[in-house]
């Protein structure tokens, strides 16, 4: 029995094992999942984060669990800890672009768009963060959808709300956070 | 918090979402903001950003990408890759019932539906692949998954390949649909199922104007690849979509379907026009409304498979077809087999078009290690009508889907009228002064020169003994073509290389050559048996009939290759038992492969796909070829509707269109249909009268010197069907639009009316033109000789002298640079 399905289940029994707890071992598989899947691709590959995300909750927790609780901490934990990865990811790429490679470039192969998908990220997470201080339901709704890719339907079942709500949630969401951004562009 | 009035606005804004059309958001706005300014601002505000909102966050979608420091930082990543991956959960629908289908068994999962394995009941009992969507898909993750080009997206559709739909599911039940299965596969331990997850994608830049896109997925479990491939030509707005299926299991995976490309599009209604026919009645239009089920247009003849329909249609959306304006589709298949498009509408109006070839009896064994790449189905789009749809077509055909697109073509004389099978070197050598005289390029040489034993002197012996007949030709072929160079003009041969005659020294030597089944009489059709291309030993043989042919023979540079039966009888003494199903597919790739090496050894020899008439035209052949031969029926009247038909996908290029005394018609009405195309003749010269030589050469010199450049390169307008006119209209115009030929036919009597060019330049100006009249005549086209700018002509037309059943008119439009 992986730590994840004894954690979720002290959970589960309403012992005072804390999600704090499942964040670093999820953080840590996602990670390890994405270095395996990256070693066999080639360049120019790119990972989805649903698909991590999935994938770590079968090697981790696997089928055998059914409750739609143990899944929602799960998703939750892996949702928040696939946001750390990919903000990171985005930052370290973010400094390479704006100079700190020390990296001759050649001038014509330099891009004219100065915001790269990169920085959208880390400008969609620095509005999440206001997001979450004036909205924190609308908020969460953005990192499992934005972060973890998960479903309308998946997002509803964890939060206990219906589908209609989340996508008003979803929507609302998208057009707040896209004028924060577009302000700093 | 949010505070109640942006609350508020939220609410009207989510609300208004739901309105489809601007001016439905209005009145719903008006209702919802009455008196409130200031909420009506801040919604308004809100739906204005909304779609750019949406494109920032699909544009800005995470994901990883590979990095030194990522993978670095882990040890044991192989240990961690070499584990297989989780299985899929076991789902608790199994057994049920959705409407008259029984959920038998899963056969995959993609991001927005299920697949199952399905029993259907009643009306009959079969198995089916079934589709469930899932609820509550997001479309836009979907997107953004695949990572592709979202046009890529929308062009290709695998079982387990998450749809881009509009899910529209209510909370009352799933909606589903019921499919032909895209591929369906048993693996090498006999499991029945496939499950494709995505795996990478690239997008290769080939050169400006084509990009190669490859999508690859694998099955979880097995070691069983599947890529779906785009190539697109962004010039020509067409797609090439195919799919390659690779094989790495311990042992043969069964392949029971295997289609090229299955898109899924979405409208109000659809229109299919197919162009159906039967020999001497080729390529006519047929078009219906698509309803709900599914309608299935295919050929199960294996070989010159398009006899009775072609491998291409017209999927209009919304409305039929028209020339000049709507969403119209375009496809053909590039494969001279047996063939199946399926297209399914669903409950939610989506249609599924299932193209590839034909899965019916033509099961395949995959060895391990194998690749099994489709043939490519072409598609083209256009919102400005099917006229646009086939110049597509047309310009991409003549930069890439034929040989020597973008140059000219001989006019040849045929001797098969003069003659038939009753000829001998003296005949020829007499014909060709004739065709000198007339003004031909080329002179081809027919069915009958080959054969000793059994001699080719009807059509019921020689196929396959392709020696010269050295009763007829005693000096042989390089001596005809000698004599025909030194009168100035071409020489070219007839061949029928994948064929037999039971009467043949080949098939006394090689009966199990032939194509057949054991413990049934062989089913001759025209005297004659196909040739086992599925056996090595026959492939050789066949490319040799044609090396031995024109090696020796350096100065024949035209081939007609012909091809006068299908097959009836699937079935060869070289495949094993259980890969009897393999024969038409291996037959087509060997053709195929065959025809490219023609193409590549014999650069000079100018080669028409010929197939008795429209048995063979797709892209898959004509590749390796400059014409086709689109019927045996020449005559003129028919001709119009047939070149007609062929015109929505082959341009004039590819056309091979004789003058011939077919019908009775006029002799200058027959110079004028075959002119809009590749001119050629079949007609006995000495029986012509001197006036109709003088006519025929007249036509002649006019196409080459003056018409040919423009028809033969130039985009094709159809301004007037004969399925709905009493004449046909067309015209071509340059690709610089300074030069245009428009062709008027009269199929019945009718008052003569204006005709409407079309694709002229509205700013040029151009000298109106009738040319192609008899000798001494005068034009009694009112505007002859008068120069009219573009935008004139198009809008008011030109009336044509042409009131009487067979009249026809060619008219020049000259530009003035």
Redesign the interface.
């Known amino acids: 029995m992986s730590d994840v399905t004894v954690i979720l289940q002290a959970i589960g029994r309403g012992e005072e094992r804390t999600l704090d707890e499942l964040l670093p071992l999820v953080y840590a598989e996602l990670r390890h999942l994405a270095a395996a899947r990256m070693a066999q691709e080639s360049a120019g590959h790119t990972l989805q984060p649903t698909a991590l995300v999935h994938e770590a909750w079968m090697r981790l927790v696997g089928d055998g669990d059914r409750t739609w609780k143990n899944r929602a901490y799960f998703f939750g934990a892996a949702a928040e800890a696939m946001r750390r990865i990919l903000i990171e990811s985005a930052r370290r790429k973010s400094r390479l672009k704006h100079g700190g490679g020390q990296e001759r470039l050649n001038i014509a192969d330099l891009e004219l768009s100065d915001t790269t998908p990169d920085d959208k990220v880390l400008l969609i997470n620095d509005a999440l963060e206001r997001l979450e201080a004036e909205h924190p339901e609308r908020a969460r709704v953005v990192v499992l959808k934005y972060f973890a890719g998960l479903t309308n339907k998946e997002v509803a079942e964890m939060l206990g709300v219906s589908e209609r709500t989340v996508d008003r949630h979803w929507v609302c969401a998208k057009e707040w956070l896209f004028r924060k951004v577009r302000t700093q562009m | ?2 505070d109640a009035s942006t609350q508020r606005a ?1 609410e009207v ?2 609300a208004a ?1 739901a309105e489809k059309t601007a001016a439905e958001r209005r009145v719903f706005l008006d209702g919802a903001c009455a008196g409130d300014p200031a909420l009506r601002a801040m919604v308004e505000e ?1 739906l204005d ?2 779609s ?3 494109r ?2 699909l ?9 030194a ?3 670095q ?2 040890a044991g ?2 240990e ?2 070499k584990n297989p ?3 899929i ?2 789902d608790e629908d199994l057994g049920k019932r959705i409407g008259p289908y029984k959920l038998l068994q899963k056969i995959g999962e993609g991001g927005c539906g299920v697949v199952y394995m399905a029993e259907q009941e009643a009306p009959v009992r079969r198995r089916v692949a079934l589709k469930v969507i ?5 479309t836009k ?1 979907v997107i ?2 695949f ?1 592709a080009e979202r046009q890529a997206l929308a062009m290709m559709d695998h079982p387990n390949i998450a749809r881009v739909l509009d899910a529209g599911a209510t909370e009352a039940g799933r909606p589903y649909f019921v499919l032909e299965p895209a591929l369906q596969a048993t693996h090498a331990d006999g499991n029945v199922s496939t499950d494709l ?2 795996v ?1 994608h ?1 997008i290769r830049v080939v050169d400006t104007n084509i990009s190669l896109t490859r999508i690859e997925l694998k099955d979880p479990v097995y070691p069983f690849f599947v890529t779906l491939c785009l190539k697109a030509y962004a010039n020509e707005d067409v797609i090439e979509q195919w799919t390659e299926i690779r094989n790495q299991e311990n042992g043969a995976v069964t392949l029971e379907h295997f289609a090229s490309s299955a898109p899924l599009l979405h409208a109000k209604e659809y229109w299919l026009t197919q162009f159906r026919g039967d020999y001497r009645r080729e390529a006519t239009l047929s078009e219906e409304k698509l309803t709900p089920g599914t309608k299935i247009l295919d050929s199960k003849i294996g070989t010159r498979a398009s006899r009775y329909r072609i491998a291409s249609f017209i999927l209009s959306l919304n409305e039929p077809a028209k020339e000049d304006s709507g969403e119209v589709f375009g496809g053909s298949l590039e494969w001279p087999g047996s063939y199946q498009m399926a297209f399914d509408v669903d409950w939610n109006n989506h249609l599924r078009a299932l193209c590839g070839i034909n899965p019916f009896g033509e099961e395949y064994h995959l060895k391990p290690g194998e690749t099994f790449t489709t043939p490519a189905m072409l598609w083209t789009w256009s919102n400005e009508g099917k006229g646009q749809v086939s110049r597509n077509f047309h310009r991409w055909a003549r930069s890439y889907g034929i040989r020597d697109g973008n140059t000219s073509r001989p006019v040849l004389l045929n001797n098969w009228e003069a003659t038939e099978f009753n000829f001998d070197e003296k005949i020829i050598v007499s014909l060709f002064d004739g065709a000198k005289e007339l003004g031909a390029d080329l002179f081809l040489l027919d069915d009958g020169w080959f054969g000793n034993r059994h001699a080719r002197t009807n059509d019921a012996a020689g196929l396959g003994d392709w020696q010269v007949n050295t009763n007829r030709l005693s000096h042989g072929l390089s001596y005809l073509a000698a004599q025909a160079n030194q009168r100035g003009i071409r020489f070219g041969i007839w061949l029928e290389p994948e064929m037999v005659d039971p009467a043949s020294d080949l098939y006394e030597l090689h009966p199990e050559w032939a194509i057949g089944q054991p413990h049934r009489a062989p089913d001759l059709f025209r005297n004659q048996l196909g040739l086992d291309l599925s056996r090595p030993a026959v492939r050789d043989f066949v490319w040799r009939s044609i090396d031995d042919t024109l090696k020796p023979n350096p100065g024949i540079t035209y081939l007609k290759w012909d091809a006068n039966r299908y097959v009836t009888q699937p079935g060869s003494t070289y495949l094993p038992a259980g890969e009897q199903s393999h024969l038409l597919i291996d037959y087509n790739f060997a053709l195929l492969s065959i025809m490219s090496r023609l193409a590549k050894d014999f650069p000079q020899v100018t080669a028409m796909l010929c197939s008795g008439g429209g048995g063979r035209v797709d892209y898959g052949a004509l590749k390796y070829f400059h014409t086709f031969w689109p019927s045996d029926n020449t005559d003129p009247r028919d001709r119009v509707f047939i070149q007609w038909g062929f015109s929505h996908f082959f341009p004039a290029i590819t056309m091979s269109d004789h003058v011939t005394k077919m019908g009775n018609r006029p002799l200058k009405f027959a110079l004028d249909v075959a002119m809009s195309g590749t001119l050629g003749m079949d007609l006995d010269v000495s029986k012509l009268s001197s006036g109709e030589r003088a006519t025929v050469a007249a036509g002649i010199a006019l196409y080459k010197n003056e018409l040919r450049d423009v028809t033969l390169r130039g985009d094709l307008y159809r301004l007037e069907s004969p399925y709905d006119h009493p004449r046909a209209a067309l015209d071509f115009v340059s690709p610089d639009s300074s030069r245009a030929v428009l062709f008027v036919y009269q199929l019945q009597d009718a008052a003569n009316k204006a005709v409407k060019p079309r694709g002229l330049n509205p700013q040029m100006r151009y000298r109106v033109h009738e040319v192609n009249l008899p000798a001494g005549e005068k034009s009694k086209l009112a505007d002859d000789g008068k120069t009219i700018d573009g935008a004139t002509l198009m809008r008011d037309g030109l009336v044509p002298p042409c009131q009487k059943e067979f009249e026809s008119s060619v008219i020049e439009l000259a530009g003035e640079k």
């Open positions: 918090m949010i939220e804004f989510y979402l809100m950003s909304q750019e909102a949406d920032f966050f544009d800005s979608l995470p994901a990883l990408k590979p990095s420091e990522i993978c930082s882990v990543a192989d961690l890759a991956d989780g299985e959960s076991a899932k609820l509550g898909m997001d993750s953004a998954r990572e997850i995505y990478r690239e």
